[in-house]
C-alpha cells in the first residue's frame, strides 16, 4: 500500500516537531504549519491526502469554534480530503460535533503515540478504499454501457464488407494498432467493437473517447488524467481515458479532431507506453490496443499541415476502409429487415414485411447518412405503420439532394415525376398552359397527372 501525504495544523511548535518525528515512517511526506491561515492555498495547491488539525489557535481560547471553522472550509475547499481532529482531553462533546460535521476522527490530547498511529493511518485506508470504489463503479457504469452496445452485430452481405469482417477476425487477436476510416454513418464504431470482441482483451473494457465531443482545453485531462490541485477546477484526482484503458481497448473516435499541438503527446503515449497525467511527474504503465477513426482523409490532412505523418504511420498498422452504403447495395435489404425487425418489437407494431416495390426504393436511395440514416429511416417508418402489416415505398421519405442549383431528385420515377410538376406549377405560377408547355406534355396529361398526384 503506497504511503499518504499529511498536512499537520497546530499552534504549538513542539507538538509539530513530535509529531514529524512520530510520524515520519507512516507518511511519505509531512508538512507541519502552526498558522491555519495558510490552509487554504496549501490544500488547493498541494497533495495531501489528510489533515491533522487542533481545534483552537488564539490563546486562552478553547471553544473549538476555530477548529469548526477549518474543518469547513477545508471539505468545501476539497470534499475528498479526510480531517482528524486533534482535541483537548475532555473535549469529547465538542469533537462529537465535529464528526457529525464529517470529520473522519479524532485524537485527544495529550495523546498516546500508538493510539494516533493507528488512527492516522486507518484514515488513509479508508480515503484510499472509498476512491478504489469510485474507480470501480466507474469501470461498472462504462462496462454496463458497453455490454448494451455489444449487443449490436454487423450485418454484412456485401463482398466489401465480408471482406472487411474478414480482415478484422484476422487482426483482431493481434495488438496492431487499426485506423478506420469512412463517411459518418458507415459503421466504423460498430467494427472497432468487432475488433475488440473477437480479440485477446475482450474481457477487459473497450473504453471509447469521441475526440470531436471533447473542448480543446479539455483534452489532456480527458486522456491522461490530473491530479488533484493541477489546474482550477481539478479538485479531485481523475484518472484519464487512456489508463481507463488499461488491459484493454482504446477507441479513439474523430482522431482528426485531435489538436496538432496534442499529437506529440498521444505519439509520446504510443512510443513509450506511460501516461503522465497532468500535475504529476509520475508516469504510470499503461498496455493498451488503439483503435482510431475518423470520416476525413488522413493523408490529406498530412498533406495540409494538420496531422502529423509520424502519429499516421504509428495509428495506421492495419487501415480499414469502409466504403458508404450507396456502394455495397446488397447490404441494405438486410439491414433494413433487421432494423425492422429491433423497432417493430420495440415500438410493438404489427409490421412484419418491406414491400419488394419498399425495397427497391431504399435499395436505389443514396444514403447520404449511410447506414445510420437507413436505421433512422425504418424506425421512423415503423412508428408511422399503424396496422399495416407491411412497408411500401410511401412510407420512406427522402430530402431531396441539391447540387449546384440543380435539382437532382432522389427517390422513385414517380415521386421524381411529382416533384418535377408541382416545381413547375410554382415556378409557372399556376399558369397550367405554360407548365404543360414547359414539361413537354399536352394539357390533358398534365391535368391527368396532377390528378393521380393530388396537386
Ligand atoms: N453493418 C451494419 N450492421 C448493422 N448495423 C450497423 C451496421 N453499420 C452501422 N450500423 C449501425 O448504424 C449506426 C451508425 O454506426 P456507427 O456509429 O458504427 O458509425 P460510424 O461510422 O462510427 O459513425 P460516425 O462517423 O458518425 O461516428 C449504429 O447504430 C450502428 O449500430
Redesign the pocket.
Known sequence: MTKGKLLAVDDNKSILSALELLLQDDFEEIKTISNPNQLPSLIENGEFDLVLLDMNFSAGVNTGNEGLYWLSRIQELRPDMEVVLFTAYGDVELAVKALKKGAADFVLKPWDNEKLRATLNNVYKLQQSKKEIKQLKQKTQALRSEMDRNQ?????RSPQ?LDILNLVRKVAQTDANVLIT???????????RELHRHSKRSNEIMVSV?MGAISETLFESELFGHKKGAFTDAREDRTGKIENANNGTLFL??IGNLPIQLQPKLLAVLQNRVVTPIGTNKPVPVDIRLIC?T?RNPATMVAEGTFREDLLYRINTIHIE?PPLRERKE?IEA?AI??LEVYRNKYRKPVKKISAAGLAKLTHYKWPG???E??HAIEKAVILSDDKAELTPDDFFFQPVIHDGDDVFEGTLEEMERKMIAKAIKSNNSNLSAVAGQLGVTRQTLYNKMKKYNL
Open positions: 449490436h452485430f454487423i450485418i454484412a464488407m469512412g463517411d459518418n454513418g458507415t459503421g466504423k464504431e460498430l467494427i472497432a469521441d473516435d474523430e477513426a470520416n469502409v447490404d439491414i433487421h432494423f449511410n447506414v445510420r437507413l436505421q
